[in-house]
């Protein structure tokens, strides 16, 4: 049976868009239940979950989807990576960062157009690589560049406005 095209096609958009993120909201995979995904968008999970935030200077963060197709075995992925940079570097960060980066997790991205797309909705998203550093010269970052990893098999899902079972606190 062959895959069915729904097609519509697209208009050239309008220039009122801006890249980067400004915010991300963490919480453990195995707290969240997301439901199912329709047209593009999750409208809410199916029980109560907090997400806590880790707030990002300007342009200092980027989420990124690549698409992985197979022509030979017939497949088609996306590799998402969310690369953070937060500055400062503190032993309770240290403690708490470190937690994040043995967990497989739900991230939900904000990006600067405030859309929120959740990184990782099935399978998870975890830490595949980064830097603590104090840097070498007075104005070089002193604090964490981070790197997380999700493999769907589609792309993030909007995170739709309205929901309810999901929390968003800040960051202490």
Known sequence: MACSITINGRAFPCKDKIGGIKKVWIAQLGDVSWNAVSSGEIDDAS??????????????????????????NGTVFFSQVLELTLPNLTAGDNAELYDL?????????????????????????ESTGGTVGTGTAKGDLNGYQLQ?????????????????????????
């Open 101 to 125: 980066m043995k967990s497989r997790l739900s991230i939900i991205v904000q990006d600067n157009n405030d859309n929120y797309l959740i990184m990782g909705h099935t399978t998870g998203a």
């Open 47 to 72: 029980a109560a979950v907090t997400f806590r935030s880790f707030e990002l200077t300007k342009n200092s963060g980027s989420f990124q989807q690549t698409v992985t197709a197979s022509v030979e």
């Open 148 to 172: 997380f990893t999700a493999e769907e098999a589609i792309p993030a899902p909007f995170l739709a406005s309205g929901f309810t079972n999901v929390t968003l606190t800040a960051g202490s």
